[in-house]
C-alpha cells in the first residue's frame, strides 16, 4: 500500500514563477499560464502494516518535519479509497484551458533512500519499504488539445539548449498526466 | 595587451570576483559582466568564465535556469570561434545543461551534473581532494600548463557534481577522445575507488570533461580557491601542503601560485596560441 503526501508552499512559490518566467521568456510557451510545484512523497507500507500507515505518515507530519513543515507548508494525505486531492490544494485556473503534471523522479532517488534510512534507522520504523521523492510541475495552458500535450511533453525533458526543461533526462525521470486526471486518481489502483 | 577575460555574473552565483582576481594575478585582465549585457557587447572579449556559486538559487535543477539565458546564445556562438569557456562548478552546470560540454551534438544534452551520491548520505560535500590531469597538455584550455599525470590538491563543494549519462558508451567515447580533462583520484595519482577520493560517484571519476575541441571545460573543482599558496591547507598528502607549510613566516612564498593557478595560465596560454 502506498501513502502519497503532497506537499507544497503555503506562500507564493519563488520557484514556481522561475519556471514560468523561463517557460515564457526563454522557451517561447507562451501559452502557459500559471506554473505549480508540488513536493511528492510516496511512502510504500508492507502489505501488513495498512492498517498502520494512516496513523504512521500522520505522526511523521504532526512530530517531525522530514515530510514537510508546518511553519511553511501545506499538504495532503492520499491513498485511502475514495481519497482525491481535497478542493482548495490545487484548482486549475479561469483563464487554463487545460493543465498538465510533469512528475520528475530522480533516477537514483537519494532523497527517497536517504529519509528511508531515517526512518529505519533514527525513528525505528519498520513499517516502510520504500520511501521515493519526486516534483511535480502542475503546468496550466490556455491551449487546448494535442498542442497542450505535446507542449507538457517538450517542457518536461531537457534534450537541447531551449528545448525541453524540467527534466535530465541523464538523471531524471519525467512522466506526463493531464493533471485532472492524476489528481483525480486514486494512488492504490487495484 | 593582455588577454581578456568576460567572467559572466549570473544572479546567485558567488565566486565571481576571486575568480577575476585569479585570473589577473595569471596574466590576464577580467571584467565581471552581468548574464544580460548586451550580447553585441560580449564579442569583443577573449574567453569567458562562468564561476561558481548558486545561479537562480539551483531553482528547478542546479545550472538549469542560466543554461536558458540568451547570454548562453552568444557562448555557443563564441565557442564555435574557439574561444576558451571555462564553467567552474555551477558554470560547469550551466554548460551541461546547455549542451555545449560534451558538445557532441547540435547542443544536445548528453549529460548530467547529478547529486552527489557515496558518501552515505545525500547533499553538499566541501573539502579538498586530488585530481590527475588525465588528458595531454594542449588537448584543452585549463591543460596547457600540466603534464598528464601531474596530481594537483583543489577544492571542491558541490551537492550536484557527479558526471553521468543514460548514454551507453558516452564515456568510453569521451575517453577516447581525450576529452574527460581531470579525473578526482588518491594523493599519489592513483584511482579513486569510492569516497572520499571521489567525493561525489562521478562517471570514470570524471572531475572536469571538454568539448571535442577542448576549448569548452566544464569543472567542478574550484580553482580560484587554489590560485595562491596560502589557500593551501597545512596536513594534505602533498608537496604542495608541505610547500605551504615551509613559508610560514614569508609573505611573498604564501602569495606565491597554488596548485590551482596553472590552469588560468593554461587558459592565458590557450589563447595566446589558438585564438
Known sequence: ?190 | MRPHICVIQFPGVNCEYETARALETAGLDASIVRWNAPAGSLSDYDGFILPGGFSYQDRVRAGAVAAGEDVMGVLIEQAALGKPIVGICNGAQVLVESGLVPGIGAQSIDLALAPNKGMGRDGYYANWVFVRVASEPRRSAITYGFKKGDVLPIPIAHGEGRFTSSEAGLFDTLEKSGQVILKYCTSDGGVAAGFPDDPNGSERSAAAISNPQGNVVAMMPHPERSTWLRQVPDGLDSVWSRKRTESRGSWDDLESGGPGAGIFESIKTHIEERV
Open chain 1, 1 to 190: 500500500m502506498t501513502i502519497q503526501v503532497l506537499v507544497k508552499l503555503a506562500a507564493i512559490d519563488p520557484w514556481s514563477f522561475t519556471v514560468l518566467d523561463t517557460l515564457k521568456r526563454k522557451f517561447g510557451c507562451d501559452e502557459v499560464t500559471h506554473v505549480e510545484r508540488v513536493k511528492c512523497w510516496e511512502l510504500e507500507f508492507r502489505p501488513e502494516a495498512a492498517e498502520r500507515a494512516a496513523g504512521i505518515t500522520a505522526g511523521l507530519l504532526r512530530d517531525t518535519v522530514l515530510l514537510a513543515n508546518p511553519n511553511r507548508d501545506r499538504w495532503v494525505i492520499r491513498g485511502f479509497p475514495g481519497e482525491g486531492v481535497p478542493a482548495g490544494f490545487w484548482e486549475r485556473s479561469g483563464d487554463a484551458a487545460e493543465a498538465y503534471i510533469v512528475k520528475v523522479t530522480d533516477k537514483e532517488d537519494l532523497a527517497g533512500q536517504s529519509l528511508a534510512r531515517i526512518l529505519t534507522s533514527r525513528l525505528g520504523i519498520s513499517d516502510i519499504e520504500v520511501v521515493s521523492f519526486s516534483t511535480i510541475w502542475v503546468i496550466e495552458m490556455k491551449g487546448e488539445g494535442r498542442r497542450s500535450r505535446d507542449l507538457a511533453g517538450e517542457i518536461a525533458v531537457a534534450r537541447a539548449w531551449r528545448k525541453g526543461f524540467l527534466a535530465n533526462p541523464h538523471c531524471q525521470d519525467a512522466e506526463v498526466y493531464p493533471a485532472d486526471e492524476y489528481f483525480a486518481a486514486e494512488v492504490n489502483r487495484a
